[in-house]
């Protein structure tokens, strides 16, 4: 039986599969849900100092679904950071250390260009327990108006500074939670990095309209008649996650021979992930940590203890003993299209050369055919 434990950043996980952040990890009910049910570790709903400032509308989802059935592979939100009030955190956050010491609880943190906010909100969490962050540099929606979430994600020089600010307050493990909604992921990823978080999460939501009601000739999801765009997340995400999580990863593992630049730091990849086959998808791109949030939202809890066996059993029929055994294996397949060129062109000469019968390998000699192989590779003569 494969073993799923993962040791990241020092935090020991009974399994890879982390609850991303998002309504799954919004208060110490569903949290110690999501414990009873086995998730590796929680990332709570991003906190802020100042909840206040959070007023969330309704309705602020909207999905998209396979044609002709009721599968959903696309989900948009407009919603924003918790809007509960950081003290009911704090005591929260204790709570839930208390019930469950062993368990790993990551508190995801988002605040404006401030650096004594950063720091006061990464004391404030630690103080009551908490086992690692993520900074949220990635929302899209809503928070940016503030120049927090993605637009401090967007902008490298900042994000690298308020690395610093959290790097020198935080005692534990920091991931930086990148934004996709950019041209090139590893830029911030890379200043994050420099700027001395332990690990990468990767990727938040991506900038949507989900469609238009062509009755009213209104934007869903309508609120009071408006809308404004939304953060894109499900299934339908996950080819670009897992592209994105490549390129992470080759910057920061290296390939090919070519080292990586920040070998001795983590990958956490979100997107999409609603089966044990979708996570070792994402560690064969050299994740060592898999989130799920929308397929909670689906499925519910119990798709831990599914995922489990999946993934289990996907170990079990190549012979990979542990999580380590298979990360990041399936990064040297990528390569240039010129070299793909070369590699069919090779192929397809040693394809013609066997269907001719020419010998290409000292091992196809054969004592019967020897003289007629001989010949076959006789240059043309007069
Ligand atoms: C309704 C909803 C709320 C979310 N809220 C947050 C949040 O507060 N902080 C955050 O970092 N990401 C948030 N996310 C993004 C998810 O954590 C995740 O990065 C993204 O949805 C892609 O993963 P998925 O396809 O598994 O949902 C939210 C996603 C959804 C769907």
Redesign the pocket.
């Given at each position: 039986m494969a073993d799923l434990s993962v040791t990241v950043d020092g935090l020991k996980l009974p399994n890879p599969f982390v609850i991303?952040?998002?309504?799954p990890g919004t208060n110490a009910n569903v949290i110690g849900k999501a414990f009873d049910e086995n998730w590796g570790a929680v990332i709570c709903?991003?906190v802020s100092l100042e909840a206040d400032k959070v007023i969330n509308v309704a309705p602020r989802?909207a999905r998209m679904r396979a044609a002709g059935t009721k599968e959903v592979i696309g989900?948009q939100?407009i919603?924003l950071?918790?809007d509960r009030s950081f003290s009911i955190w704090e005591d929260e956050f204790k709570q839930i250390k208390d019930k469950y010491p062993d368990r790993v609880l990551i508190a995801?943190i988002m605040e404006e260009y401030n650096k004594d906010a950063w720091t006061e909100i990464v004391e404030r969490c630690q103080a009551c327990g908490v086992d690692a962050f993520?900074l949220?540099f990635?929302?899209p929606h809503g928070m940016p108006e503030r120049k927090m979430g993605a637009a401090m994600g967007q902008d490298v020089e900042l994000l690298e500074e308020v690395c610093k600010w959290v790097s020198a307050a935080a005692k534990v493990p920091v991931w930086a939670?990148m934004t996709p909604n950019i041209t090139h992921i590893v830029d911030p990823a890379r200043a994050a990095l420099r700027g001395g978080c332990e690990g990468i999460a990767a990727?938040?939501?991506i900038l949507c309209v989900m469609g238009i009601d062509l009755e009213t000739l209104r934007p869903e999801p309508t609120v009071e008649g408006y809308t404004v765009p939304g953060?894109y997340?499900?299934k339908a995400?996950r080819p670009i996650?897992l592209r994105m999580v490549m390129e992470l990863a080759t910057m920061m593992y290296g390939s090919d021979g070519t080292p990586g630049e920040f070998p001795d730091r983590s990958l956490s990849a979100?997107?999409?992930?609603e089966s044990g086959e979708h996570a070792a998808q994402f560690i064969l791109m050299g994740a060592s940590t898999v989130?799920?949030?929308?397929?909670v939202?689906i499925h519910g809890y119990k798709l831990a203890g599914q995922m489990c066996d999946e993934l289990s059993a996907f170990m079990d029929k190549h012979g990979f003993e542990s999580i380590e055994d298979f990360r990041g294996h399936s990064l040297q397949y990528f390569t240039t299209h010129a070299d793909l060129v070369r590699r069919q062109a090779e192929a397809k000469a040693a394809q013609k050369a066997a269907r001719e019968g020419m010998v290409t390998k000292d091992t196809a000699w054969e004592g019967d055919k020897f003289v007629e192989q001989s010949a076959k590779l006789v240059a043309n003569e007069d």
């Open positions: 991303g952040s998002g309504p709903k991003t989802y989900w939100n919603e950071i918790s995801s993520e949220n990635s929302c939670k990727i938040n939501t953060g997340s499900c995400v996650a979100i997107g999409g992930v989130q799920v949030c929308t397929g939202m």
